[in-house]
Structures are given as structure tokens and as C-alpha cells.
T-cell receptor, first 117, second 114 residues
Framework: GAVVSQHPSRVICKSGTSVKIECRSL??????MFWYRQFPKQSLMLMAT?????????EQGVEKDKFLINHASLTLSTLTVTSAHPEDSSFYICSARVSSGLAYEQYFGPGTRLTVT | AQSVAQPEDQVNVAEGNPLTVKCTYSVSGNPYLFWYVQYPNRGLQFLLK??????LVKGSYGFEAEFNKSQTSFHLKKPSALVSDSALYFCAVSSYSSASKIIFGSGTRLSIRP
């Protein structure tokens, strides 16, 4: 079956530093990937849509200069949290849409827990 | 814009009893509907989806859901609950016209007591 990985699974960083999270589709190509964040005991909020070879589309209220997204290949999208602050601590989950598949064929990664101290 | 409502923050059921977790949606065009489960400190696990066809969808771990177009609902059900079903459940919606964005409901915490 289709597998999406995320690296790292958890990361702790100091306030003011930047952190990069990778999302990879392991056995399929993904033209489009999505990034979500989840606060404790809350739902997943869509942050942005990442399209291979083009700029990401951010949801309303998401700072694009703070959450940099790069989708340089058909199997890799990265989310960089720049100048992280404690309020950026969250669970970040990506999903990948199968390039040759139907609109609803998406698979989720296992998530990355970011803690900013 | 598409949206999903899960009216219950928590559902409590005794083991062996049937369970229902409610979900209603709003979307332009034909909906793609999903249920996911999340265990503590874990990612999402896919349970089932409705795309087209039979309104009753069967999924993993004995769960099923019924698509009701007139009521714009997609309630999750299981005939006999297990303690191990205790987790956080998310209903989600997408559509062809939404460029495949999946929007999640607020989640319902299911607690099964022995």
C-alpha cells in the first residue's frame, strides 16, 4: 500500500531557531502534498497545499514567511518553521495525493511533534 | 467552502453495545467523505471512505458508516463496541471541486467502558 513518511518524528528546538520537517511518498509520486497542524486535543487544521515545482498555496491566517514549504520533487515536500517560538509547538502532519490517482487518493504521514523551548 | 461538524465532543458507550459517532458536512458538488481514528501521540489511521455507490460503507475494525445525502450526514457506527475502540475519531470531507483538500471535523473522543 501507499506509504508516506515524515522525518523527524519528533524534534525539540530552541526559540529563534529554524526547523525543517520532511514528508516523503515512499512508493508513489505525489504532485500535491498537504500540510496540517494539530494542537493538543484539537482537530487537524490545513495549513497549505504544496505543489511540485510551484509555490505553495497557504490557507487564510497562515504566515507563509514563517512556514516555508518547498516541493522540489514528486516524492518530497519540506516544511520549515522559521524563527520558531513556543506557540509553534504542535503536531505537524502531511498528506500526499497520488499523482496518477483520483482526487480522493491521499495518504497521511505519521506526524512530527515539534516542541519549541 | 466545505466544512464538517461533529456535534459531540465525547461519546461514552459500554463495551458490547452499539456505538454511533455523528458527522454532518457541507460541500459544493459531490462529497468524498472519510473517517479516521487517532490514538494518543499517534498519526491518523484510515477507517473508511465514501466516494460513490452504496450508501453503506464498511471499513476497518468492524466499523461502518452510512451516507445520507438528504441529511448531509455520514455517521460512523459499530454494532458492538470494544474497549480498544477508545480513541479520537475524525470525520473529514473533500470534493473534486475543492482541489482535493481534506477538511477535518473537530473530532469526537470515544470512550468505551468495560
Amino acid at each position: 500500500g501507499a506509504v508516506v513518511s515524515q522525518h523527524p518524528s519528533r524534534v525539540i528546538c530552541k526559540s529563534g531557531t529554524s526547523v525543517k520537517i520532511e514528508c516523503r511518498s515512499l512508493d508513489f509520486q505525489a504532485t500535491t502534498m498537504f500540510w496540517y497542524r494539530q494542537f493538543p486535543k484539537q482537530s487537524l487544521m490545513l495549513m497549505a497545499t504544496s505543489n511540485e515545482g510551484s509555490k505553495a498555496t497557504y490557507e487564510q491566517g497562515v504566515e507563509k514567511d514563517k512556514f516555508l514549504i518547498n516541493h522540489a520533487s514528486l516524492t518530497l515536500s519540506t516544511l520549515t518553521v522559521t524563527s520558531a517560538h513556543p506557540e509553534d509547538s504542535s503536531f505537524y502532519i502531511c498528506s500526499a495525493r497520488v499523482s496518477s490517482g483520483l482526487a480522493y487518493e491521499q495518504y497521511f504521514g505519521p506526524g512530527t511533534r515539534l516542541t519549541v523551548t | 467552502a466545505q466544512s464538517v461538524a461533529q456535534p459531540e465532543d465525547q461519546v461514552n458507550v459500554a463495551e458490547g453495545n452499539p456505538l454511533t459517532v455523528k458527522c454532518t458536512y457541507s460541500v459544493s458538488g459531490n462529497p468524498y467523505l472519510f473517517w479516521y481514528v487517532q490514538y494518543p501521540n499517534r498519526g491518523l489511521q484510515f477507517l473508511l471512505k465514501y466516494i460513490t455507490g452504496d450508501n453503506l460503507v464498511k471499513g476497518s475494525y468492524g466499523f461502518e458508516a452510512e451516507f445520507n445525502k438528504s441529511q448531509t450526514s455520514f455517521h460512523l457506527k459499530k454494532p458492538s463496541a470494544l474497549v480498544s475502540d477508545s480513541a479520537l475519531y475524525f470525520c473529514a470531507v473533500s470534493s473534486y471541486s475543492s482541489a482535493s483538500k481534506i477538511i477535518f471535523g473537530s473530532g469526537t473522543r470515544l470512550s468505551i467502558r468495560p
